[in-house]
């Protein structure tokens, strides 16, 4: 079994939504200056670098965190490669096997490798009507390689609320830079806060060889 881990490294450097708080890590203890142990604080945002996004996120009433069953986090995938543009249309899905239930996206965002970046507005996105055409077609969640699947600056984040509306979890701010379109096993797990609209998570995929 092959083994890709598709999460970036936390870092105080690493690119955040615009208004967010970048990532601060703080030593509390150091063995060095005589403590007896290595310690740190760490301060995040919820949605900051690889996150799971609960409809809670977008839909005040939605289903939270905690309300999203494992099952749905973990079980088989399609990575769906789609290098043209900025913008993911329908036709990216066309081959999907019938019964996906689990989408990642892989966009020039990985092969411009963004966690290395300043954030920048033009990234690669789902347009609505995909969003919609994955929800008609069943599927359980979606994930994408950059902070948001929906375009950067619209004012009703219509993407958003079709995949979340219909209560599809979102996985951003994926690294699919080493993995190639086709079938996995998903393995995506949020760190268990009592936080009701999203959490950072370590995501992997896993290959038979």
């Known amino acids: 079994m ?3 881990d598709i999460s970036v490294l936390l870092h105080e450097d690493l690119a955040v939504w615009p208004g967010d708080e970048s990532v601060v890590i703080t030593p509390t203890a150091s063995i060095a200056t005589g403590d007896p142990v290595n310690m740190h604080r760490v301060a995040l945002g919820t ?3 690889t996150h799971l996004d609960a409809p809670r996120h977008f ?5 939270t965190l905690q309300d999203i069953p494992l099952d749905v986090l973990i079980g088989p995938a399609q990575v769906v490669e789609w290098l043209d543009g900025s913008t993911v249309g329908r036709a990216a899905f066309d081959a999907l096997p019938p019964d996906t239930t689990r989408v990642l996206i892989k966009t020039r965002n990985s092969v411009q490798r963004w966690w290395e ?3 920048t507005e033009d990234y690669a996105h789902l347009s609505t009507d995909a969003a919609k055409a ?3 077609r069943g599927v359980r969640l979606v994930g994408i390689d950059y902070l ?3 375009e950067f600056g619209d004012a009703s984040p219509k993407t958003h609320h079709a ?5 599809v979890p979102l996985l951003e701010g994926l690294n699919l830079s080493s993995v190639a379109a086709g079938a ?3 393995v995506c797990l949020p760190l268990p806060l009592a936080s009701p609209d999203g959490a950072p998570v370590r995501a992997v995929l896993l290959e038979e060889v």
């Open 148 to 150: 948001s699947i929906g």
């Open 2 to 4: 092959r083994i890709y």
């Open 47 to 49: 949605h900051t670098g």
């Open 163 to 167: 995949l979340l509306g219909a209560d």
């Open 134 to 136: 994955l929800v008609e």
């Open 117 to 119: 970046k300043p954030f």
């Open 184 to 186: 996995y096993l998903l």
């Open 59 to 63: 839909i005040d009433d939605g289903p």
